[in-house]
């Protein structure tokens, strides 16, 4: 499955992937995460039950508007 | 005898250690809430209209519209209202999720039993003047060619920006602010408002500021802007202004790397980057530079950049981006009163000032020439330098928010 992660995309083996499992598979699971898909917030509670589909935009991120 | 936070040093403390104190004898228990988790819940933004405004140029500006979101209550006696004050690319909307499913870029110190506690404060938090996210700006349509504005908006400063958020405030209702805080071109508005509205603040928080940018960092703006100036999609002059309204070129992409260089640290790019790479050949190394002979960004560092330089351009606007780097670069608050001791002479709110000891773009030394000054005048000042790695954009940094989180309550709460 293509998944269009943190702006590149990236391949994720099987089906129901979610949030929780990127967030395994990537290394990328401290507790200040910000999880977006498609441009939309998700609830950390929420993360093992989000499943990422064919082409989805997942970044975890930081909204540091700085400057 | 209550000890200083451990890892943050803490200079000129005496009133610090003051608030540490009632902090440390209070019997409530401290919560240490401090996570982006959108935990004030939907929000939406809201508009003022207004006639216009004249600016510190003599010209006038309008009609002027003003973005902004408010999170809590206000209470009947108008007195608990924090205003917060964004940064070069910030918005209004600074906590909770808006209607479009994003998440607010200070949820993790904004919200309930957070840093700043919306049970307990009227938080407001608007678009600056010359921004492109609601407020009046470049992209707004110019009342007298029914075209937007693009690069004919009038040179604003920081003083127009405060003069419109003092207009948003008074629209509200309010007399006079519990606080105003922010980070970056927020701190120096902070620093502006202490200034030039003495009664109408009680408290200031000025954060990873100075009272005037150094040479340094005009510099790294005027390469931003000439990155936006170099694209050739976009006019020049009014004349030509035409209907060339759309992003081909990447000025703004570079610019916004460049300007993200300056908020990281080395240690941070070291850190989180190293030399890894992110696009590699068989053999961990690259011998083409590939598509299009266009690179496709080989080490992760040029990889992170790209995408936040991408993401910027689906969000801002490079006219924008022009006029509100140069009122950050034509900010000096020493040039407009003589020296800082003048501008600081009327000041009556109590202030903190907060400084990173690995932001190299507003350095400690800056945020020290504000605690002198106003020392010297024997003003409230408390004054706190922060240990932590990430540049710049330490206040924004998850990993920096619970200390920032335990200061900004302590100061609060300290203020009547």
């Known amino acids: 499955m293509k998944v269009i992660f943190n702006g590149f995309t990236e391949e994720f083996d099987g089906s129901n992937v979610t949030i929780r499992d990127i967030l395994n598979i990537t290394n990328e699971d401290d507790p200040g995460v910000i999880v977006e898909v498609n441009g939309r917030f998700v609830y950390r509670k929420d993360f093992t039950t989000t499943i990422i589909m064919e082409g989805d935009r997942v970044e975890f991120i930081h909204p540091s508007f700085g400057g | ?416």
């Open chain 2, 1 to 416: 005898m209550p000890a200083a936070p451990i890892g943050n040093r803490v200079r000129h403390g005496i009133r610090l250690r003051v608030f540490w104190k009632e902090r440390m004898e209070s019997t409530e228990p401290i919560k240490e809430y401090a996570d982006s988790d959108g935990r004030y819940g939907p929000v939406k933004t809201q508009y003022a209209d207004f006639d216009g405004i004249e600016l510190e140029s003599g010209a006038f500006l309008g009609p002027l519209r003003v973005a902004y979101e408010t999170y809590g209550t206000l209470s009947p006696k108008r007195d608990n209202a924090v205003l917060v004050l964004h940064a070069l690319s910030g918005d209004a909307h600074v906590a909770g999720i808006n209607e479009k499913g994003r998440i607010g870029w200070w949820d993790a110190l904004i919200g309930p039993e957070k840093g700043i506690d919306t049970d307990k404060y009227f938080v407001i938090c608007s678009n600056c003047l010359g921004g492109c996210i609601g407020t009046t700006g470049p992209p707004s349509i110019n009342p007298a060619t029914g075209k937007p504005y693009g690069r004919s908006f009038p040179l604003i400063t920081m003083g127009d920006m405060v003069n419109v958020q003092a207009l948003l405030v008074k629209h509200l209702g309010i007399d006079r602010l519990h606080n105003v805080i922010g980070g970056s071109m927020g701190g120096t508005q902070a620093l502006e408002w202490a200034v030039r509205y003495p009664d109408m603040i009680r408290s200031a928080i000025v954060i990873a500021a100075t009272a005037r940018l150094s040479p340094q960092g005009i510099a790294f703006n005027w390469v931003g802007r000439n990155a936006i100036y170099s694209d050739p999609a976009r006019p020049c002059t009014e004349s030509d202004q035409g209907d060339a309204y759309q992003k081909v070129g990447r000025g703004l992409a570079v610019a916004r790397m460049i300007g993200h260089i300056t908020y990281l640290s080395e240690d941070t790019m070291e850190a989180k980057f190293g030399r890894k790479r992110a696009l590699k050949d068989v053999d961990g190394y690259r011998y083409s530079l590939g598509e299009n002979g266009k690179e496709g960004g080989e080490f992760e560092v040029e990889s992170y950049l790209e995408h936040q330089g991408s993401t910027f351009m689906e969000r801002f606007d490079e006219d924008s981006y022009v006029v509100i780097t140069k009122a950050i670069d034509r900010f000096d608050l020493e040039a407009a009163h003589g020296d800082l001791v003048s501008a600081f002479r009327n000041i009556r709110a109590k202030m903190l000032v907060l400084s990173y000891t690995s932001d190299w773009l507003y350095p400690t030394s800056m945020s020290l020439t504000i605690v002198r000054a106003l020392q010297s005048l024997n003003k409230h000042v408390s004054f706190v330098e922060l240990d932590l790695p990430y540049g710049h954009d330490s206040f924004l940094v998850s990993a920096g928010m619970p200390t920032l989180t335990r200061i900004v309550r302590g100061f609060l709460n300290g203020v009547v």
